[in-house]
Nanobody, 126 residues
């Protein structure tokens, strides 16, 4: 059974940083898209970006470039989301997702989100 487990959320003051982790279990991690999303109360889910676990391909939504960075550790089956200079508007539930793979690295806007984690809350105070 595939499981994605996020961690690392919490409360932080504006300007601070956080690192979120998403560990994949029961899953062939090596040729997949894994990405990060967020959803604030009353708002639609936003795509943050994604990484291809089989090579050096990373995609970011336009608004996420510069303050967000995604990386992977294939040994640990883990994808990270680094967030810098956090703002109150970054307050949201953050989720990771993965496709069922294997794929060729087309981890841009329309890859299939077959699996989801339970989310981790990030709250940024002014």
């Amino acid at each position: 059974q595939v499981q994605l487990v996020e961690s690392g959320g919490g409360s932080v003051q504006g300007g601070g940083s956080l690192r979120l982790s998403c560990v994949a279990a029961g899953y062939d991690y090596n040729h997949n898209c894994m990405g990060w999303f967020r959803q604030a109360p009353g708002k639609e889910r936003e795509d943050i970006g994604a990484v291809y676990t089989g090579g050096p391909i990373t995609y970011y939504a336009e608004y996420a470039r510069g303050r967000f960075a995604i990386s992977r550790d294939n040994v640990k089956n883990t994808v990270y989301l680094f967030m810098y200079d956090l703002k109150p508007e970054d307050t949201a539930m953050y989720y990771c997702a993965a496709d069922s793979g294997p794929g060729g690295g087309e981890c841009y806007t329309n890859w299939p989100r077959n699996y989801w984690g339970q989310g981790t809350q990030v709250t940024v105070s002014a």
